[in-house]
């Protein structure tokens, strides 16, 4: 059946819980404190 595994969508959030979603995710990685799980999917290569 090849890998199998889960798909995890996720989105950034600063100190506050606000969602990082303008801008250079990159450059603002240091501040990334939690993220929000917003899907799980079976997921099957």
Known sequence: M???GYRVT???CDNDGSE???GDILAQCKMIKI???TEVLNHYE
């Open 10 to 12: 996720m989105i950034p």
């Open 35 to 37: 993220v929000k799980v």
């Open 2 to 4: 090849g890998k199998t």
């Open 20 to 22: 990082i979603i303008k």
